[in-house]
């Protein structure tokens, strides 16, 4: 079994997102994102694409989905549509309760032309049930695995 993640876009009170279905960590799909999709053009197009079988440096492999369903929106991505409070805190808290819920263990989330992460694994860590810098949290998880060794 893979690691699971999920990816979105912030565009106002919305989040647009996808999952990811392998390679979710951050030396995986996290590191992808930075170098690769760091502008919120590429990550937008990335998400609209729909649900990610895999995600490389190179190339990413989307989930074909039979175009005749009903709910084929509802299958390709998932958009949270939550009024934000004034001080945006919401709209990220309804994003990571939505990942628990999904069942993955990281999640990614561009907001203003960043990219945030976290992770949702069943062991605590620095990043854990909240949104850090991505450029951040390598080095933050580079520190704690070093000390919890």
Not at 96 to 108: D, L, N, P, Q, T
Request: hydrophobic share 30%; aromatic share 12%.
């Amino acid at each position: 079994m893979g690691t699971s993640s999920r990816i979105g876009i912030r565009k106002g009170n919305k989040i647009h997102s996808v999952r990811v279905n392998y390679d979710g960590y951050l030396e995986g799909v996290g590191e992808c994102l930075l170098n690769h999709y760091n502008t919120e053009e590429k990550a937008d197009e990335l998400i609209k694409g729909g649900e990610i079988r895999s995600l490389q440096s190179d190339y990413v492999e989307y989930y074909e989905y039979d175009k005749d369903k009903e709910n084929e929106s509802d299958i390709r991505y998932y958009i949270d549509e939550l009024t934000e409070t004034a001080d945006g805190n919401f709209i990220a808290e309804a994003f990571i309760k939505h990942v628990h819920k999904s069942g993955c263990e990281y999640y990614y989330l561009m907001d203003n032309g960043k990219w945030f992460c976290g992770d949702a694994y069943g062991t605590e860590t620095p990043i854990s049930h909240k949104l850090v810098l991505l450029s951040d949290a390598f080095e933050i998880m580079k520190k704690y695995n070093c000390e919890e060794n």
